[in-house]
């Protein structure tokens, strides 16, 4: 019998039971024919370390992390990449062999790969773009659109304090405006953003005049249920091209699956089909 060890991950998260990313990462491993495991791990926050000390011990080579714990890890974490310090957050965890562990944010990766892949023709030179919203997940589309070079983020939000801490932390690039004048900066933009969680299954409406958009625009939406937000409905029947949320989720989990496993998996409509079922 072989002694070699078979990797494990999982997902760590505080309910769990709902999280996509077991049935996506167990998609991958049966196309790769990776003989690993990949769990969800229903961790309550006072054993989070605990259990994450324990869990290099056991085989595993990674996890993911979810709500609520993607700021705690950073703590219990021995390096944490620049991009996750940037995000205040992390997403992904890599158990190195030399005992330490490694924390990184990959939904910035996620939000930009999705977009390029959805949106092939859309340039960061394009235009503005307009950003609804200035919550966690803001934060990885805020900082990943600076990085790709884009000329100018417009960015509202309700609470208009949030939206001017970003711009504090992220510069010049970014014109805040006041909620009430969301319709008017999707005008000007050639990108549309939906960082909010209005339109999200048992959430609100998002009710922004919609009335600027125009068919030369991108549209993506960071919700992914529904994976046809009124959002992305209203934008594709004005012609522009849309963007739904559930690739940012496949997207982000490229890098940890190739850390973990050592094989790049691809985001494809299999990926897509599994990650739905
Ligand atoms: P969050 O930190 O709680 O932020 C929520 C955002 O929505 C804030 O900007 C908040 O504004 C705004 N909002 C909530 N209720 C509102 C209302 N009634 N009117 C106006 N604005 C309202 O959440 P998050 O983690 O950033 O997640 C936001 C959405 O992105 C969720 O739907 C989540 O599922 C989705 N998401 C998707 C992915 C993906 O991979 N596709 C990844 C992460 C998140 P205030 O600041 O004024 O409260």
Redesign the pocket.
């Known amino acids: 019998m072989s002694d070699k060890k078979i990797p494990l991950a999982g997902v760590i998260g505080c309910p769990v039971a709902h999280s996509k990313s077991p049935q996506l990462q167990r998609h991958w491993l049966t196309t790769l024919g990776i003989a690993g495991h990949y769990v969800p791990m229903h961790v309550e926050p006072d054993d989070l370390e605990g259990v994450i000390r324990s869990l290099p011990k056991a085989g595993f080579v990674g996890a993911n992390v979810t709500i609520p714990h993607k700021e705690a890890v950073m703590k219990i974490a021995d390096k944490v990449t620049d991009r996750a310090k940037l995000m205040g957050a992390a997403n992904t965890m890599i158990f190195r062999s030399d005992g330490s562990i490694l924390a990184d944010n990959t939904?910035g990766y996620?939000f930009i790969k999705n977009l390029q892949q959805g949106a092939p023709d859309w340039q960061p030179a394009d235009g503005p773009a307009a950003v609804l919203?200035?919550?966690?997940?803001?934060r990885a589309v805020v900082a990943s659109l600076i990085e790709s070079g884009i000329p100018e983020i417009l960015l509202t939000?309700?609470?208009r304090e949030?939206a001017d801490q970003l711009q504090q932390e992220f510069g010049k690039r970014i014109r805040v405006v006041d909620w009430v004048q969301a319709g008017n900066i999707i005008e000007e933009a050639a990108l549309v953003v939906n960082?909010?969680?209005?339109g999200?299954v048992g959430n609100?409406r998002l009710r922004v005049p919609l009335d600027g958009l125009k068919p030369e625009m991108v549209v993506t939406d960071?919700?992914?249920t529904p994976l046809k937000t009124d959002l992305l409905q209203t934008a594709e029947d004005v012609g522009c091209t849309v963007v739904d949320?559930l690739g940012?989720?496949l997207h982000?989990a490229v890098p940890g699956f190739e850390r973990w496993f050592g094989q790049r998996p691809e985001v494809d409509t299999a990926t897509r089909a599994a990650a739905i079922r």
């Open positions: 939904d996620g919203g200035a919550g966690g997940a803001c939000n309700r609470t949030r960082t909010t969680s209005l999200m609100p960071l919700i992914y949320g940012m989720l982000q």
